[in-house]
Each structure stands twice: as C-alpha cells, then as structure tokens.
C-alpha cells in the first residue's frame, strides 16, 4: 500500500506558476507509475500529467501539454508537478494518484490510491 499527500496548492493569478507536491508513504514508491488528475466543480476527474515508474517516460493531457511538467524524485518519494502560464481554466482541486502499472493511464480507474486533493485557484 501508499499514502499520498499533496501539497502546493493555493491562489494565483493567470499567467503565474505553482508547483504541487505528492508525498508519498512506504519503501516501494519506486514500483508506482504516478498521475496527477484535476476536478472543476461540476465536471468530471480528469487526467493532467502521468510518469512511469523511472521518470522516463511522461504522458500529458493536450491541455496542459508545454506548459505544465510531471517529475519525481524517487529518493524523496515525492512526484512534482510544475504548472507555469496558468489560466482560469486551470482552476481545480487536484490530485495525485498511483498506480502499479508499468506506465501511467489515463483512466481514473486504473489507480488504485489516491490522495485527499489540493485546491489551485487561478484569477483572471
């Protein structure tokens, strides 16, 4: 099992950046791929950004693609996610997630840990 706890969020305007954390618990981060997903209100979970189980291999949603960016340090056992150019539509409660597939998917339902969510709040 891992817990995973993010951090990070907060209040921005738009075309400023922030960077989230995902913390996550146990000696075996290494054999997680990782996802970061996002929920507006009203809208379904979606995928942002996912890393393979090395930090190889990442994957983005074209939303985010050029301006967001997904690393890990896994002797930290802790996954970044680096938003820069941030817009109002970027506004969400998001979320970490792992999975022990070998790479990251796209569909929520193939993680099976997920962390409580860190609210960003982009203005115009």
């Known amino acids: 099992q891992v817990q995973l706890v993010e951090t990070g969020g907060g209040l921005v305007q738009a075309g400023e950046s922030l960077r989230l954390s995902c913390a996550a618990s146990?000696?075996?981060?290494?054999?997680?791929?990782m996802g970061w997903f996002r929920q507006a209100p009203g809208k379904e979970r979606e995928f942002v950004a996912g890393?393979?189980?090395?930090?190889?291999?990442?994957y983005y949603a074209d939303s985010v693609k050029g301006r967001f960016t997904i690393s890990r340090d896994n002797a930290k056992n802790t996954v970044y996610l680096q938003m820069n150019s941030l817009k109002p539509e970027d506004t969400a409660d998001y979320y970490c997630a792992a999975t022990q597939s070998l790479v990251p998917t796209t569909r929520r339902s193939g993680y099976g840990y997920w962390g409580p969510g860190t609210q960003v709040t982009v203005s115009s």
């Open positions: 890393i393979s189980r090395s930090g190889g291999s990442t």
């Open positions: 146990g000696r075996t981060f290494t054999t997680y791929a």
